[in-house]
């Protein structure tokens, strides 16, 4: 009996464990990825805009990869969050080039996840911004 319960309580943990892990609120790689690339395609399109076809191209830089490296760490305003990504990346400069970097990300009204810059903004104003709505009432 003691070897048929064993089985079926280490099963019920697994299930249990991957049930807790999806429902953190926390961004995952995928969603990390996507927001890195959101903000990679809007500076390579400033920098065309700027600089022209040549240089602009020159400068842009390709996405390659994401990895999120452990959990992030969910600020005070119980909506961003600091996440440790290794990023790799590519550019006709540098070649290609990975950096270990932290960044922070913030859920926008769409359910996506956007890249704040190191103030905490938002430079393309994707994110959910209730403090002007709020303020405006």
Do not use: H
Not at 98 to 117: E, Y
Not at 120 to 126: E, F, I, S, V, Y
């Amino acid at each position: 009996m003691k070897k048929l319960f064993r089985p079926v309580c280490l099963g019920s943990l697994a299930v249990c464990c991957s049930l807790l892990a999806g429902c953190s609120n926390e961004p995952n790689e995928q969603q990390l990825s996507q927001a890195v690339q959101n903000e990679l395609q809007d500076a390579n399109a400033q920098s065309k805009s700027l600089l022209g076809g040549i240089l602009g191209n020159t400068l842009s830089v390709q996405f390659i990869g994401l990895k999120k490296l452990g959990s992030c760490t969910e600020r005070n305003d119980n909506k961003t969050y600091d996440c440790e990504i290794k990023l790799t990346t590519k550019n006709s400069l540098t070649g290609i080039k990975s950096t270990t970097t932290n960044f922070a990300f913030i859920k926008a009204d769409d359910d996506s996840w956007v890249m704040l810059d190191e103030e905490g903004k938002d430079d393309n104003n994707r994110q959910n911004n209730n403090n002007n709505s709020n303020s405006q009432s």
